[in-house]
């Protein structure tokens, strides 16, 4: 049971670069969510999923698109990379839409963009 | 007031030691509470679910005050393997559910 598999684990862009993060579980979990992780700022929801075809904002959204086409993977893109969007990327997931159960986090995605 | 906050720490304590953590929170409404343990350069992992009653698992023992709106988590017999960052999780009903996370409290536990 591999869990929740984020890829890749390292990636550096040039400042104007696009690329996407992939995020894919195997838990038949409903609800999937994107954070970054900054120094001093703790974890911030980018976006989330309660389900197939069904994408919302979190706290920091701009600069990022999800999408949901099935429920066990959900892609975070960046559409033109920014220095400020330097961090680190985690994946999570769990059973409930609901935010009553845990979330299950990937190993995460440490970005550079210079 | 930040929805969820806590004290960052470090405390630094000798095996063996007891320590506690609290963790306040903004919102009310929350129904739902976790203590997260983070290493070094490694993703979030639950420690334990906070409940209404108080909960123990092993070494580690979780409170919920919903007059006073905080958490703690308490480990007794601290372990030089316990050093970590702990992060306090509230659900945040009013944003549908999502997860809030705290900015979590740095243990190092020395020999």
């Known amino acids: 049971n591999a869990g929740v598999t984020q890829t890749p684990k390292f990636q550096v862009l040039k400042t104007g670069q696009s690329m996407t993060l992939q995020c894919a579980q195997d838990?038949?979990?409903?609800?999937m969510s994107w954070y970054r992780q900054d120094p001093g700022m703790g974890l911030r929801l980018i976006h989330y999923?309660?389900?197939?075809?069904?994408?919302d904002q979190g706290e920091v959204p701009n600069g990022y698109n999800v999408s949901r086409s099935t429920t066990e993977d959900f892609p975070l893109r960046l559409l033109s990379a920014a220095p400020s969007q330097t961090s680190v990327y985690f994946c999570?997931?769990?059973?409930?839409?609901?935010?009553?159960?845990?979330?299950?986090f990937g190993n995460g995605t440490r970005l550079t963009v210079t | 007031r930040k929805e969820v906050e806590q004290d960052p720490g470090p405390f630094n304590v000798p095996e063996g030691a007891t320590v506690a953590f609290n963790c306040t929170y903004s919102?009310?409404?929350?129904?739902?509470f976790f203590w997260y343990r983070q290493d070094c350069r490694k993703e979030p992992k639950l420690l334990m679910s906070v409940y209404s009653s108080g909960n123990e698992d092993g070494r580690f023992t979780a409170q919920l005050n919903r007059a006073s709106q905080y958490i703690s988590l308490l480990i007794r017999d601290s372990k030089l393997s316990d050093s970590a960052t702990y992060l306090c999780?509230?659900?945040?009903?009013?944003?549908?559910?999502?997860?809030?996370f705290g900015k979590g409290t740095k243990l190092s536990v020395k020999p």
């Open positions: 999570a997931s769990s059973y409930s839409r609901t935010g009553v159960s845990p979330l299950h």
């Open positions: 838990m038949n979990h409903e609800y």
């Open positions: 999923s309660v389900g197939a075809g069904i994408t």
């Open positions: 919102n009310s409404a929350s129904q739902s």
């Open positions: 999780v509230v659900n945040s009903e009013g944003s549908q559910g999502n997860l809030i």
